[in-house]
């Protein structure tokens, strides 16, 4: 809901553990030219569906050229800049 009322700005978005991409299927509706998504995931089968998506689903495949997936416990990623949407996706246990 929040990236829906976003302003003309490009924006950053950190999307952490999204298994799948249930909510990366809703980011990606929502992105831009100049944006950027990174994808913070460390399960290599997930990992795989995610770059499957990007690499063959059309609203997917519009994101890809400014999305990054990063195959990372979260715990060691390393942002380079701040972001201004974090959505997160890691289970309550991981903490």
Do not use: K, M
Request: aromatic share 12%; with cysteine.
């Amino acid at each position: 809901r929040h990236l829906r009322r976003r302003g003309p700005a490009p924006i950053r978005v950190l999307d952490c553990g999204p298994g799948t991409g249930a909510f990366t299927d809703r980011i990606v509706d929502q992105l831009r030219p100049g944006d950027r998504l990174d994808v913070v995931e460390i399960n290599d089968s997930f990992v795989r569906v995610l770059q499957r998506r990007f690499a063959t689903e059309p609203r997917w495949q519009a994101a890809s050229t400014f999305t990054t997936i990063h195959e990372v416990p979260f715990q060691y990623f390393d942002a380079a800049e701040p972001y201004d949407f974090i959505i997160s996706s890691l289970p309550h246990s991981n903490f």
